[in-house]
């Protein structure tokens, strides 16, 4: 069992940066792949970013890809998620979760945060 606590959202201006945060309890969260998820109102959730349990792979949606970097501390148990150049479109409830394999489909992740909210301002 993992349980992920997302940390770090907020209210942020066109073009600037935020950092959020998921720190999971257990040990083992070194052998789970981590991901970022957000959903914006009346959409459904999106792939965000994932990266690896040896955070060797990152993969990115192309919406996000050269503005926004995932990271890993495992000593930390924690997910990082470095937003920059963020724009209106990014407002969202962002959503950390992880997955025993690596991917994109949401399917694939069993165990998710309660979300921390992302809010850019024009």
């Known amino acids: 069992q993992v349980q992920l606590v997302e940390s770090g959202g907020g209210l942020v201006q066109a073009g600037g940066s935020l950092r959020v945060s998921c720190t999971a309890s257990?040990?083992?969260?070194?052998?789970?792949?981590m991901g970022w998820f957000r959903q914006a109102p009346g959409k459904e959730r999106e792939f965000v970013a994932a990266?690896?349990?040896?955070?060797?792979?990152?993969y990115y949606a192309d919406s996000v890809k050269g503005r926004f970097t995932i990271s890993r501390d495992n000593a930390k148990n924690t997910v990082y998620l470095q937003m920059n150049s963020l724009k209106p479109e990014d407002t969202a409830v962002y959503y950390c979760?992880?997955?025993?394999?690596?991917?994109?489909?949401?399917?694939?992740?069993?165990?998710w945060g309660q979300g921390t909210q992302v809010t850019v301002s024009s």
């Open positions: 979760a992880a997955s025993p394999v690596e991917g994109v489909n949401p399917a694939l992740y069993d165990y």
């Open positions: 257990g040990r083992t969260f070194s052998r789970y792949v």
């Open positions: 990266i690896s349990w040896s955070g060797d792979t990152l």
